[in-house]
């Protein structure tokens, strides 16, 4: 194939607004023309200034359990205070507070699934 015959399909690629292009070419030969289109811009909105929030992650995996009574949202707590445990089989690991602070949100729930690093408190 020449140079010329590999322009005429890019043209005919882009004439009838295909991506893409592939045709055979003598005994067991193939042409495969992909056309690039150029994007639009994306405008992307500036983040917000957020304030950072400590956290609590899991040093292990296993399924989040509460403690009793269990530990809400708006509740004060302690350094080394344990707010939950994850379980795996019959081994229970203490989940400990390494700060002071009071609880902004609690993204897991009895139960779930947790693994290692995932956050399972925020403060405030």
């Known amino acids: 194939m020449t140079l010329d015959e590999i322009e005429r399909a890019i043209a005919l690629a882009k004439s009838r607004g295909l991506a893409e292009l592939e045709c055979a070419i003598g005994q ?11 994007q639009k811009p994306v405008q992307v909105a500036a983040p917000k200034a957020v304030k950072p929030k400590a956290a609590i992650r899991t040093r292990y995996f296993g399924v989040f359990a509460d403690t009793v009574p269990a530990i809400r949202v708006g509740d004060p707590v302690a350094e080394h205070q344990i707010v939950g445990f994850l379980e795996l089989g019959e081994i229970r690991f203490a989940i400990e507070a390494d700060k002071p602070g009071r609880v902004a949100a609690k993204p897991v729930r009895p139960g779930d699934l947790v693994g290692y690093g995932e956050t399972v408190f925020e403060f405030e």
């Not at 067991?28 to 992909?34: C, Q």
Request: proline share 9%; aromatic share 0%; charged share 25%.
């Open 28 to 38: 067991g030969g193939r042409l495969k023309v992909i056309v690039n289109r150029p």
